[in-house]
C-alpha cells in the first residue's frame, strides 16, 4: 500500500499513524515492522503511545521504547498524560526539527490554551515516581494477565493483553451496556465498547490493569465480572 502510495506521486511525503497498543482490544502494532517498512519507503511513522507509556517496556519507558524506536529521527510519537500519569493533556516527542514545526504551525496548539500547571505538575510527579519505582509497570502488566486468565479460565473470551487494557467480547451490545452496569453496580467500573465506537458484532467491556491493585482486589474484580457476564 505505501509503495502504491509512493509511486504514484513521489515528490509527496508520506505518514504512517498508529496506536502503539490499539485501545479496543489491547494488543501491540508491530512497530518495528511498521518503522522498517516506512524507511524502506521513505515515509515518516508517527505513533500515539497513549496507552504505552507507563506500562510497556522497561519500567513503562513505553511502546516506542520498547521496539528500538527511542530518539529515532524519523519517529514522532504522541502520548497522552490522562492514563497511566493520571493527569490530563498530551505530549509530542520527536525530532527537534518536528516540535518547531508543530510549535510554529500546529493550529491546536497556537490557538489554545497552555497546559494548565497543575496538569503537568502531576504528570511530572508521576514521571519521577515511574522512575523512582519502575516495578510499577510489570505490576500492571501482571495484573492484565492475571485478569486475563481468571476470565478465560471461566470461559469469556478476552484478547491477551499486551499493555494494562483487558477486552472482554459481549455478544451484543445491550448485552455490554448491560453489563457494564451490572458491574458498576457490584462497585467495579469498567469500559464499555459498542457500536458507533467499534463495529457491529465486537461489542466489549474493558478492564484497564493498574499497577497499586493488591492481588485480592484483582481476584475480586474478576469474580464481579464472571459473576455479572451475560449467557453467550
Ligand atoms: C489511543 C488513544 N489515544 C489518545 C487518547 C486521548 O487521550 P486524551 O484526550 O485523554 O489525552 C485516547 C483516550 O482514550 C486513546 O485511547
Given at each position: 500500500m505505501l509503495d502504491g502510495a509512493r509511486k504514484e506521486d513521489p515528490a509527496r511525503r508520506a505518514l504512517v499513524v498508529s496506536d502503539?497498543?490499539?485501545?479496543?482490544?489491547g494488543d501491540v502494532a508491530p512497530l518495528t515492522g511498521l518503522a522498517a517498512a516506512c524507511r524502506a519507503h521513505g515515509a515518516a511513522l508517527v505513533v500515539d503511545d497513549a496507552h504505552g507509556?507507563?506500562?510497556?517496556?522497561d519500567g513503562g519507558r513505553g511502546a516506542p521504547y520498547a521496539a528500538g524506536?527511542?530518539?529515532?529521527?524519523?519517529v514522532v510519537v504522541t502520548a497522552t498524560?490522562?492514563?497511566?500519569?493520571?493527569?490530563q493533556g498530551g505530549v509530542v516527542l520527536g525530532p527537534a526539527r518536528v516540535i518547531e514545526h508543530l510549535v510554529n504551525t500546529a493550529r491546536t496548539f497556537i490557538f489554545d490554551t497552555g497546559l494548565n500547571p497543575a496538569a503537568a505538575g502531576a504528570a511530572l510527579a508521576s514521571l519521577r515516581l515511574l522512575s523512582r519505582e519502575p516495578e510499577r509497570a510489570a505490576r500492571a502488566r501482571t495484573v492484565a494477565a492475571r485478569l486475563h486468565a481468571r476470565l478465560t479460565a471461566a470461559g469469556l473470551s478476552a484478547a491477551r493483553p499486551d499493555a494494562s487494557v483487558v477486552s472482554v467480547r459481549a455478544p451484543g451490545p445491550e448485552q455490554a451496556v448491560r453489563w457494564a452496569a451490572d458491574c458498576r453496580a457490584a462497585g467495579l467500573v469498567v469500559g464499555c465498547f459498542r457500536p458507533p465506537s467499534v463495529p457491529d458484532g465486537i461489542s466489549r467491556v474493558r478492564l484497564t490493569a493498574r499497577a497499586d491493585l493488591t492481588d485480592q482486589q484483582v481476584e475480586e474484580a474478576a469474580d464481579v465480572i464472571v459473576g455479572t457476564a451475560p449467557a453467550a
Open positions: 502503539s497498543v490499539f485501545s479496543v482490544d507509556l507507563g506500562v510497556v517496556g524506536l527511542a530518539g529515532a529521527p524519523d498524560l490522562s492514563k497511566s500519569l493520571g493527569s
